[in-house]
């Protein structure tokens, strides 16, 4: 490979990361303020196990999903 094609492929994967960190950064935020919603309507929030470990596979599910599209 040639320097111009490995600056070409450094610049694509900064901005891969930084546009994979902006999204990650607005769901996070987003998932933050939907918890505060449903404590300001219920008082308290309490995640029981079972909710626990629907989260973790809906999360690992959706992780999945993106590493498939490069497929």
């Known amino acids: 490979?040639?320097?111009n094609e490995l600056t070409i492929k450094e610049n694509r994967n900064g901005?891969?990361?930084a546009l994979g960190t902006l999204?990650?950064?607005l769901v996070g935020l987003g998932a933050a303020y939907l918890i505060l919603?449903?404590?300001d309507e219920e008082g308290?929030?309490?995640i029981?196990?079972?909710?626990?470990?629907?989260?973790?596979?809906s999360?690992?599910?959706f992780f999945r999903q993106i590493v498939?599209?490069?497929e």
């Open 48 to 57: 029981g196990p079972k909710e626990g470990v629907k989260l973790g596979v």
């Open 1 to 3: 490979m040639s320097e």
């Open 37 to 39: 919603q449903r404590v």
């Open 15 to 17: 901005k891969i990361l």
């Open 68 to 70: 498939q599209l490069g």
């Open 23 to 25: 999204i990650g950064a």
């Open 44 to 46: 308290n929030v309490s």
């Open 59 to 61: 999360v690992f599910s």
